[in-house]
């Protein structure tokens, strides 16, 4: 069976695959428990900085927080 209009490749790919890498980074760092200020201080920026992204970062793993996020990151760290 054929699926005209499907991208086999976005199917087949995981859900980290559309994050940059300094986003990545940003996970990573969640998974080890860190607080936004030591992860301001981690990645060089404000702690506003920290705050902004982290939603959007959530947005595009489609979670509402960072323990659906983390629980995402080492499912497909395995």
């Not at 054929?2 to 086999?8: L, Q, S, T």
């Not at 996970?27 to 201080?41: D, T």
């Not at 981690?42 to 793993?61: C, W």
């Amino acid at each position: 069976m054929v699926f005209p209009f499907a991208d086999i490749h976005k199917v087949q790919q995981g859900p980290l695959t559309s994050l940059i890498h300094r986003e990545r980074d940003l996970l990573a760092a969640l998974e080890s428990g860190q607080s936004n200020i030591q992860l301001a201080r981690e990645f060089g920026v404000r702690i506003n900085t920290v705050k902004f992204h982290l939603p959007n970062l959530f947005g595009e793993l489609d979670v509402r927080d960072w323990t659906p996020a983390i629980c995402l990151y080492l499912e497909t760290k395995r």
